[in-house]
């Protein structure tokens, strides 16, 4: 498995920026399609973004597409989160993790096996 340490989070009015990285420990953290979550008060996890282990398909929760983008530089073992127009309701914790799904985007729960401890991200209005 892989250890997973979310950083960025913060307070931030709507329609600013916040850039979240998800740094991983381990000499395969390539081998690993990497996604992002939230949870927000009184609500279940829900899936954000993913992307597969060599950067070339990523995808989107429908909220969030042409505001969120999901990159990785495998170099530095390091995903990012780059959160723009931000609204209250992107308010939540946010969590990184890995899956070894290699044959499809995940992007379910089920489909990651190492998570963070996540990232608060709160947007007042």
């Known amino acids: 498995q892989v250890q997973l340490v979310e950083s960025g989070g913060g307070l931030v009015q709507a329609g600013g920026s916040l850039r979240l990285s998800c740094a991983a420990s381990g000499r395969t953290f390539s081998s690993y399609a990497m996604g992002w979550f939230r949870q927000a008060p009184g609500k279940e996890r829900e899936f954000v973004a993913a992307?597969?282990?060599?950067?070339?398909?990523?995808n989107y929760k429908h909220s969030v597409k042409g505001r969120f983008t999901i990159s990785r530089d495998n170099a530095k073992n390091t995903v990012y989160l780059q959160m723009n127009s931000l609204k209250p309701e992107d308010t939540a914790v946010y969590y990184c993790?890995?899956?070894?799904?290699?044959?499809?985007?995940?992007?379910?729960?089920?489909?990651?096996?190492?998570w963070g401890q996540g990232t608060q991200v709160t947007v007042s209005s």
């Open positions: 993790a890995a899956s070894l799904i290699g044959e499809r985007l995940p992007y379910v729960e089920s489909d990651f096996g190492s």
């Open positions: 992307i597969r282990w060599s950067g070339g398909s990523r």
